[in-house]
């Protein structure tokens, strides 16, 4: 009789599971489905776009231009953010340059050291350039900040688009609420990419798409931006929960 009631049991629970299975299969496909679908729009650049927007503007010049961490250097984010950085130093040229990043800022071969120099050779007097380098995130880098520079000064943070947001937001959590943020965007070419199959030889029997840039370049980089704004959302939400912006 035990013996019934534990296979009777088993096997509903067996049946549970498979139906638990089968749901999330299509809740994952409903996912995949919605993505690729996207893929196919404007909206990923646009979700990204926004991030990088600033809700707020100076209404003086910044006393102090922060450069985000990112992943060191080099690396897109590195090279992006002291690109910018560089640009934002000439334009302001009084401001003083303060870079984000862990380790030894006096030695020669850290990611601290080298975004000030890619930041000097793109013609940045290195005298304006000090560091930060306790801070190990977003949060605890904006804290070390507060205790770097005088009361509340004007300051524009620089980052990558999709950390524009979360970055300016843990300033003004920090009590630097004259912080505003400037997006390191990449610049797109205006030159056409497309070909005529005709005219490159190969298998003919596969579909002519030199005309189609969406599909070769545009499908692959709304797929890429999604994965990084639902990487920041989620971000953006843990910071929420901890009370960090």
Request: overall charge positive; hydrophobic content about 40%; some cysteine.
């Amino acid at each position: 009789m035990f013996i019934l009631v534990f296979i009777k049991t088993l096997y509903n629970i067996t049946g549970k599971l498979k139906n638990a299975i089968k749901r999330f299969i299509l809740f994952l496909g409903l996912i995949l489905f919605i993505i690729i679908s996207l893929c196919l729009t404007d909206i990923p650049f646009w979700m990204y776009y926004n991030l990088g927007v600033p809700e707020h503007t100076l209404k003086t010049d910044p006393e102090y231009i922060i450069v985000m961490s990112g992943a060191g250097i080099p690396s897109d984010s590195g090279l992006m953010r002291t690109y910018r950085a560089a640009e934002m130093g000439k334009r302001f040229p009084k401001a003083k340059i303060i870079v984000t990043m862990p380790g030894v800022s006096s030695d020669t071969t850290s990611a601290s050291f080298l975004m000030k120099k890619e930041i000097v050779i793109r013609g940045i007097d290195p005298t304006r350039i000090s560091f930060e380098n306790k801070g190990t995130n977003t949060r605890s880098q904006a804290l070390a900040i507060k205790k770097i520079v005088k009361d509340n000064p004007s300051i524009l943070v620089i980052s990558s688009p999709e950390h524009v947001y979360r970055s300016v937001a843990s300033f003004h959590k920090a009590g630097l609420t004259n912080s505003v943020g400037e997006a390191a965007f990449a610049q797109s070419t205006s030159v056409s990419f497309s070909f005529k199959d005709k005219d490159l030889g190969g298998n003919t029997f596969i579909p002519n798409i030199g005309d189609n840039t969406h599909l070769r370049y545009q499908f692959w980089s709304n797929l890429k931006f999604q994965v990084i704004v639902y990487r920041e959302y989620t971000a953006i939400t843990f910071y929420r929960i901890k009370g960090w912006i």
